[in-house]
Each structure stands twice: as structure tokens, then as C-alpha cells.
């Protein structure tokens, strides 16, 4: 059983266009992030979010945590072609420093 | 600086054969872990370590063993390989403490095939 859903799983737009990613469960985290992986590297933290409610921005990436905190989302506006990769979300319970991690929805931005 | 250093980078392994997957990081950091990455899988947790001389299980330990030594290294053992651990690993590290508590960083993966 996947303890976080990410949806939609791949993605391909044109340059410009917006996109949203969600990250679920059922379960309460204390904590999540958003990772961005490219082809033949390791993850890097984009965001972590740690109260139900927050709001992040970065650049053109805006974060969200559910209010219960099961849940979160990453709006992406006017996609350009660098934003093309793997992004994962994971989440922490109370007290672990241990990750779950989603399967990740897979983006790719065309010119 | 350097970050968290994995190698080797690539490995061919016949069924049956050992062999240790390295990584050191320079951070100081407390908690070290090992994650394999497989399609449609996503990322899974090994092994980790919350401090040196500790190591715990992690979704998926079987067939792999780890020890922690000293804070900077926390290498990943294959005891018998098999085709099912034909995969990308990755090791991580972050710090156990403070406002950066949890925030993994990783290195850039090794790719283990096994014949």
C-alpha cells in the first residue's frame, strides 16, 4: 500500500502553461517535502512544509499543506522547459526523521 | 563541497556475488540512509542510521546489511546479489536536529545490475 498518492503520475504540457501536482494519503505527517529529480541525479529539496495550511512560493512554484496536513500540492505557472523532470513528494511522522516518498509525477516541458 | 559521495557509480554483478555499495557525507550530518529507486516504484527505504554504532531497518532491508562506524560513512552490503536488486540506490543524509531537521540531501545514485 502507497502511504502517498501522487497524481497525476506523468505530465507533458507546452511551455507556458500551468500544472498542479497532488500528493495525498490518509495518514497525518508531520512535516512534507517536494523533491525535483532530473535524469541520472539524486533528488534535491525543492520545499518543506510543516504547518496544515502553509502556503510556499518559489519563483513560479507555489506550495501547499492541507489543512489536516495529509495532503499537499505543488502549482507550477508558465512551465518553461527547465522545469522538466521527476518530482517527488515525501512525508514525516511525528518524531522520524524516516521518509515516505510518492512515486512521483513524471513532467515533461516541451518548447 | 563535496555533499554525500557515492560510489561506484555503475556495477555489473553476477547472481550470487557480494559486494559494498560507499557513501560518505561531509556534513556532520546524524541520519544517513539508503533508498533504492525502481520503476513505477518510487523511492524505498533500505536501511538508516540516526547516529554512529546505530542502524535500523527500513521498508525493504532483506539481502542488504549496513553498519555505521563513524558519522561520515555508511556503507551498504550486498550479501548475495540477485536479479531482483537490479536497481538505483541512492544514499542520503540529513540532520537529526534544528530547522533543517529531516531535509534530505543525496547523492547521485548507483547503478547495480544483476545477471
Redesign the interface.
Known amino acids: 500500500t502507497?502511504l502517498l498518492e501522487q497524481s497525476p503520475q506523468f505530465l507533458s504540457i507546452q511551455e507556458g502553461e500551468n500544472l498542479t501536482v497532488y500528493c495525498n494519503s490518509s495518514s497525518v505527517f508531520s512535516?512534507l517535502?517536494w523533491?525535483r529529480q532530473e535524469p541520472?541525479?539524486?533528488?534535491?529539496?525543492l520545499v518543506?512544509v510543516v504547518t496544515g495550511g502553509e502556503v510556499k512560493k518559489l519563483k513560479r512554484l507555489t506550495f501547499q499543506f492541507g489543512d489536516a496536513r495529509k495532503d499537499s500540492s505543488l502549482h507550477i505557472t508558465a512551465a518553461q522547459p527547465g522545469d522538466t523532470g521527476l518530482y517527488?513528494c515525501?512525508g514525516?511522522k511525528g518524531g522520524s526523521?524516516?521518509?515516505?516518498?510518492?512515486?512521483?509525477m513524471k513532467l515533461t516541458v516541451n518548447p | 563541497n563535496a555533499g554525500?559521495t557515492q560510489t561506484p557509480k555503475f556495477q555489473v554483478l553476477k547472481t550470487g556475488q557480494s559486494m559494498t555499495l560507499q557513501c560518505a557525507q561531509d556534513m556532520n550530518h546524524e541520519?544517513m540512509?539508503w533508498?533504492r529507486q525502481d520503476p513505477?516504484?518510487?523511492?524505498?527505504?533500505i536501511h538508516?542510521s540516526?547516529g554512529a554504532g546505530i542502524t535500523d531497518q527500513?521498508e525493504v532491508p532483506n539481502g542488504y546489511n549496513v553498519s555505521r562506524s563513524t558519522t561520515e560513512d555508511f556503507p551498504l552490503r550486498l550479501l548475495s546479489a540477485a536479479p531482483s536488486q537490479t536497481s538505483v540506490y541512492?544514499c542520503?543524509s540529513?540532520y537529526?536536529a534544528g530547522e533543517r531537521?529531516?531535509?534530505?540531501?543525496?547523492?547521485?545514485?548507483s547503478r547495480l545490475t544483476v545477471l
Open positions: 502507497q512535516s517535502q523533491y541520472g541525479e539524486g533528488p534535491v529539496l518543506t517527488l515525501a514525516a526523521e524516516k521518509l515516505v516518498f510518492g512515486k512521483g | 554525500v541520519y540512509s533508498y513505477g516504484m518510487g523511492l524505498r527505504l538508516y540516526v527500513g541512492f542520503a540529513s537529526s531537521a529531516g531535509e534530505l540531501f543525496f547523492g547521485e545514485g
